[in-house]
């Protein structure tokens, strides 16, 4: 591929981030210029994504305003969730919804969603753990076992035992469990390493272990659901991308196969995780995450091809992760 100088790609960087950053602040969907979002959720009606709003009214009275917007490109509702207009300014005890360019009242705005807690019993999954003298502080991390499915995620990736022998380094490993049943790890930094813009270097080492990483889950039969920035963890001296958080219940919707109904099999694959890639690859460039999917967020060359061969609309047309590796190691730095 072209070589990039550092100068330059970083240059391009700070570019992209500033631009997305004016219109983060300019919009009124959410805060600083718009009011609190208590929740937000994606439905398809009639074969439309549909966005839905709750937010908080500021009067005290407990009033909470749904709007809602459906995704159709080059109208007014297309052009509020891609940050390009703000919403019109109305009534704030009135409920409404944006079709196209036709706004109208909400006759039926749905409830605040509310949170359902679907942990299963994990005990006899953790009782095959050794349990850890935890350290706090400096060594170790602790996360709730909500499913019996993450544990038997983690063991695949350590051949089986725990703390067993890491099939990748770019994968989490479990330590075993804490006296109170909580899943131990080591204590990594969080995703927000990546809120420093950093040479075309650095990125094409943590894209080439996010792909081995992901290369090493798939072979052992594991479709993550959920990879995006958030479920990444970098070593202390950021040399070393892990991936966490192996679930593999809920996840990410943003592959066009994958189902919007809030069902567990919602059509995740291997090839829905590639697409998922290609997005974290752009939250890695912006170190952040957008505030609705359909935010266009560019990336610079040469990780745009990159990107844009990940994110194919058609599961086909989605490189293989071999094939991924391949473009990314030959990236000239």
């Known amino acids: 591929m072209t070589r990039t100088t550092p100068d330059v790609f970083m240059d391009e960087v700070h570019r992209l981030r500033a631009a997305y950053q004016a219109q983060r602040n300019a919009t009124n969907l959410v805060p600083p210029a718009g009011r609190p979002v208590l929740d937000q959720d994606v439905n398809i009606v009639d074969g439309i994504a549909h966005h839905t709003y709750w937010y908080e009214e500021m009067d ?12 159709l490109p080059n109208t007014l509702s297309g052009a509020i969730l891609r940050l390009r207009c703000n919403l019109p300014v109305l009534d704030t ?29 994990t005990s006899i999954a953790l009782a095959s753990l050794p349990e850890i003298e935890v350290d706090h502080h400096a060594k170790h991390f602790l996360k ?42 080591e204590k990594f930094r969080p995703r927000y390493v990546l809120v420093a ?3 075309l270097s650095v990125y094409r080492r943590w894209i080439l272990q996010l792909v081995e990483g992901l290369r090493c889950l798939h072979a052992e ?14 070593s202390p001296d950021g040399s070393r991308l892990l991936i966490c958080d192996l679930e593999g219940h809920w996840g990410n919707r943003l592959a066009p196969e994958v189902s919007r109904e809030p069902i567990l099999d919602a059509g995740w694959t291997e090839k829905s995780d ?7 690859i752009k939250g890695m460039i912006y170190g952040n995450t957008p505030i609705t999917n359909l ?25 293989t992760l071999e094939t991924l590796y391949s473009m990314v190691e030959s990236i000239q730095v």
Request: charged letters at 20%; proline letters at 10%; one cysteine or more.
């Open 221 to 234: 039969g594991v479709v993550h659901r959920d990879l995006r920035i958030d479920n990444l963890v970098f």
């Open 197 to 199: 813009v950093h040479p």
């Open 93 to 121: 005890n009135t409920d409404y919804e944006i079709i196209g360019n036709d706004i109208r009242p909400l006759l039926s705005p749905p409830p605040l969603p509310d949170f359902f807690d679907d942990s299963e019993d």
């Open 60 to 71: 005290g009275k407990g009033h909470v305003q749904v709007i809602r917007l459906a995704d």
């Open 274 to 280: 590639i697409f998922d890639l290609g997005v974290t």
């Open 144 to 185: 709730k076992a909500k499913y019996v499915s993450e544990i038997q995620n983690l063991l695949a990736c350590q051949g089986g035992s725990c703390p067993g022998t890491p099939k990748s380094n770019h994968v989490i490993q479990l330590l075993g469990k804490s006296p109170n049943g909580e899943l131990v790890f």
């Open 295 to 319: 935010v266009e967020w560019h990336v610079p060359a040469p990780l745009d091809g990159i990107v844009a061969a990940c994110t194919s609309t058609q599961p086909k047309d989605r490189p």
